[in-house]
């Protein structure tokens, strides 16, 4: 009933996929020769927390390769919110080969086909919801990782790639200059920002115990600041996405702090060719950093830069929050991708062209 539906639908609106530069973004990836692009040929691939910004690319990735390049992947992407995977996906939700399963990770997931790759990513991350649903976020990623594993230790899926974060290192101490997959640092947890790393480093031993139990093949992914286009600019309370917001409607971007905070930014195509690397060429049940730490920067310079970027004569403005509950205090340490560059991976795209492109892809979303 659904695809009848979809089929007479007006998706004049739905125009993310078709953006140009989404799909220069999409051609630029699949150029990268270091993947193994051909082990998608003929597969079954589950994203979860498909409306999310890296799930969505991937998402449209994979039906870039079917257009254009034939593979015959069969995409099923699980979203909690259907109204927003239909503006996201459009027409080609009416595809046979995309198929969208409609419920909430931490619900019991009952697949009745093949599935040979998952990509999890269902899980929020943002400063708003942090603040209003810290629950959620714990069951999201304890929860819905176990419904992951328990639906995936039977169906003899290939690998699955788990999406999870920066914050799970927590504070270092000062002798370290670049964290590697090795080093970890201290989680306070009467600290109410913890209930994202910590339940996300509870993810990531839940993979590792379902492996050593079950046989389960996983990789994961600790991810650093993405963003680009198809981010979520609304209530969400990060910097980029808030900073980004404010450029795109020409109102003033408001600095809630100092702005002397160093940040690094990585392009959402430098993500999603790295968590393709990961889950098609890494070494099974290890983990990799994914960060751009070629361009470090003070957050009032990206402001800046943004404000620049603008066509509006927008200015850069100070209001303090003393609210801070929701950020992380501890003092910034690089992430070193050693590892990861090893597999034949590096960040191809500097922050300023980065910014144009997300910047000008909502704008021509806005136009039309």
Same mark, same amino acid.
């Given at each position: 009933?659904?695809?009848?539906?979809?089929?007479?639908?007006?998706?004049?609106?739905?125009?993310?996929?078709?953006?140009?530069?989404?799909?220069?973004?999409?051609?630029?990836?699949?150029?990268?020769?270091?993947?193994?692009?051909?082990?998608?040929?003929?597969?079954s691939v589950l994203i979860t927390g498909g409306t999310g910004m890296l799930a969505k690319y991937i998402t449209y990735l994979l039906i870039y390769m079917n257009e254009k390049m034939n593979y015959n992947i069969t995409i099923c992407v699980?979203?909690?919110?259907?109204?927003?995977?239909?503006?996201?996906?459009?027409?080609?939700?009416?595809?046979?080969y995309l198929r969208i399963i409609n419920q909430d990770i931490c619900n019991k997931i009952e697949i009745d086909y093949k599935v040979d790759y998952i990509i999890h990513a269902a899980g929020s991350c943002s400063a708003y919801c942090i603040?209003?649903?810290?629950?959620?976020?714990?069951?999201?990623?304890?929860?819905?990782?176990?419904?992951?594993?328990?639906?995936?230790?039977?169906?003899?899926?290939?690998?699955?790639?788990?999406? %999870?974060?920066?914050?799970?290192?927590?504070?270092?101490?000062?002798?370290?200059?670049?964290?590697?997959?090795?080093?970890?640092?201290?989680?306070?947890?009467?600290?109410?920002?913890?209930?994202?790393?910590?339940?996300?480093?509870?993810?990531?031993?839940?993979?590792?115990?379902? %492996?050593?139990?079950?046989?389960?093949?996983?990789?994961?992914?600790?991810?650093?600041?993405?963003?680009?286009?198809?981010?979520?600019?609304?209530?969400?309370?990060?910097?980029?996405?808030?900073?980004?917001?404010?450029?795109?409607?020409?109102?003033?971007?408001?600095?809630?702090?100092?702005?002397?905070?160093?940040?690094?930014?990585?392009?959402?195509?430098?993500?999603?060719?790295?968590?393709?690397?990961?889950?098609?060429?890494?070494?099974?049940?290890?983990?990799?950093?994914?960060?751009?730490?070629?361009?470090?920067?003070?957050?009032?310079?990206?402001?800046?830069?943004?404000?620049?970027?603008?066509?509006?004569?927008?200015?850069?403005?100070?209001?303090?929050?003393?609210?801070?509950?929701?950020?992380?205090?501890?003092?910034?340490?690089?992430?070193?991708?050693?590892?990861?560059?090893?597999?034949?991976?590096?960040?191809?795209?500097?922050?300023?062209?980065?910014?144009?492109?997300?910047?000008?892809?909502?704008?021509?979303?806005?136009?039309?």
């Amino acid at each position: 009933m659904l695809r009848k539906t979809l089929r007479y639908m007006d998706w004049s609106d739905y125009m993310l996929y078709k953006n140009l530069i989404v799909q220069n973004d999409l051609k630029e990836m699949l150029e990268d020769k270091n993947i193994s692009w051909e082990k998608l040929k003929d597969s079954s691939v589950l994203i979860t927390g498909g409306t999310g910004m890296l799930a969505k690319y991937i998402t449209y990735l994979l039906i870039y390769m079917n257009e254009k390049m034939n593979y015959n992947i069969t995409i099923c992407v699980l979203v909690r919110n259907l109204e927003k995977a239909v503006q996201d996906f459009g027409e080609y939700i009416a595809l046979d080969y995309l198929r969208i399963i409609n419920q909430d990770i931490c619900n019991k997931i009952e697949i009745d086909y093949k599935v040979d790759y998952i990509i999890h990513a269902a899980g929020s991350c943002s400063a708003y919801c942090i603040k209003k649903d810290p629950i959620g976020i714990i069951d999201a990623n304890t929860i819905g990782v176990k419904n992951i594993l328990e639906y995936a230790k039977d169906k003899n899926v290939k690998n699955i790639l788990y999406v %999870s974060t920066r914050e799970i290192y927590g504070k270092m101490s000062d002798d370290i200059e670049m964290i590697k997959e090795s080093d970890m640092g201290i989680l306070d947890p009467q600290d109410s920002r913890s209930c994202y790393p910590e339940s996300k480093r509870m993810g990531e031993q839940m993979f590792k115990a379902y %492996s050593d139990v079950y046989g389960i093949n996983y990789n994961v992914v600790r991810m650093a600041h993405a963003y680009g286009p198809g981010m979520n600019l609304k209530n969400d309370g990060r910097v980029m996405a808030d900073f980004m917001n404010n450029a795109v409607d020409g109102t003033d971007i408001v600095m809630k702090s100092t702005g002397n905070v160093q940040r690094a930014f990585c392009y959402i195509t430098d993500a999603v060719r790295a968590m393709m690397i990961v889950l098609l060429n890494g070494d099974k049940c290890d983990s990799y950093n994914i960060a751009n730490e070629d361009e470090p920067l003070k957050i009032r310079k990206v402001a800046k830069i943004l404000a620049d970027i603008s066509k509006d004569s927008i200015k850069v403005i100070y209001r303090q929050d003393n609210d801070t509950s929701a950020y992380c205090k501890y003092k910034r340490v690089g992430l070193d991708t050693t590892k990861i560059r090893k597999l034949g991976w590096k960040p191809n795209i500097q922050l300023l062209d980065g910014l144009k492109r997300t910047y000008n892809s909502f704008i021509m979303l806005t136009k039309n």
